[in-house]
């Protein structure tokens, strides 16, 4: 059985059962024994070792916060302190409140709802960024929106639905492009490199969602390469040099929309208007050469 799953059962036996304190007290105990040994053995490593043995424990370390971190989120997701959430209750509430009128539901509940959840996701959405990989934190973003839609359907009105979407998206995603982008060792970059092709698909289906979330990676990915304004200087010096013969019209236009796609997204357009001002001088003179040769 998978290790996280089992965790959660355990977890969540604990709480049923009123050992809720008994298992915070636990986890404390345990994490200290853990750290001390953890010391220990750094300590002891010697020479060349210590990097190694410092690098390791790191990762396992790591490893251990985010299993104990998925089994708390798990209860705080299912419990309210110690007690189990009654859904069919909550939801009977909010009815009243939209029966009230929803004037009395968006101003009573769901504008405070809404501002609680803005301020736990971007705090988790931090705790994510600090202890996981690039892949990792998409697939927890993921889980997140999923758990979200769900819990809609569970407790809130349907007019909530777009709104509590857009609190989540705008917290785990929109607010973090920049570094789930730049991630060290694991970012847009190291995915390309080494075939991250499923963590890549991720990537696009949730930066979709945001506001220019896809225009942030092509504006990233396009300036990734300080010679892509001469590059895209050169494409068009060479079509226009050799001309567009046997292209169609709408080919034509296909060509020249990409090319203003690119250059649209270009940081340095001086330096593409420097290379493209020489390669414009290079056929002129070159056409010029050519028609002194035939006459």
């Excluded at 490893?63 to 989120?73: G, V």
């Amino acid at each position: 059985m998978d290790v996280g799953i089992l965790g959660n059962r355990n977890a969540y036996n604990m709480v049923l059962h009123k050992f809720g304190e008994k298992l915070y007290s636990g986890l404390v105990t345990t994490m200290t024994m853990h750290l001390r040994e953890i010391s220990k053995s750094i300590e002891d490593a010697q020479g060349g070792s210590f990097i190694e043995e410092l690098n390791r424990k790191w990762a396992d370390h790591n490893k251990a916060l985010q299993m104990i971190w998925d089994i708390l989120m798990y209860m705080d997701r299912t419990f309210i302190p110690s007690e189990i959430i009654d859904r069919w209750l909550v939801r009977n509430v909010i009815m009243m409140l939209m029966d009230l009128s929803s004037v009395v539901y968006q101003e009573d509940f769901e504008k405070h709802f809404l501002n609680v959840s803005a301020n736990f996701y971007s705090v988790e959405s931090q705790q994510f960024i600090e202890c996981c990989d690039c892949g990792d934190y998409l697939m927890k973003a993921e889980r997140r929106l999923n758990e979200k839609m769900e819990r809609v359907s569970h407790y809130l009105d349907p007019s909530s639905e777009a709104k509590i979407t857009n609190v989540v998206e705008k917290e785990m995603i929109a607010n973090r492009m920049h570094r789930i982008v730049h991630m060290e060792n694991s970012g847009l970059v190291n995915m390309l490199v080494d075939d991250k092709y499923e963590d890549l698909g991720r990537m696009y289906s949730l930066f979709r969602r945001v506001p220019d979330g896809l225009s942030f990676i092509r504006d990233y990915f396009i300036n990734l390469n300080p010679c892509s304004p001469e590059f895209i200087s050169l494409f068009v010096d060479e079509k226009l040099r050799k001309g567009l013969k046997g292209y169609f019209e709408e080919d034509v236009e296909v060509v020249l929309d990409k090319v203003m796609m690119l250059f649209r997204y270009l940081q340095e357009k001086d330096v593409f208007e420097k290379y493209y001002k020489q390669h414009l001088a290079k056929r002129l003179l070159s056409k010029t050469s050519f028609v002194s040769m035939m006459l």
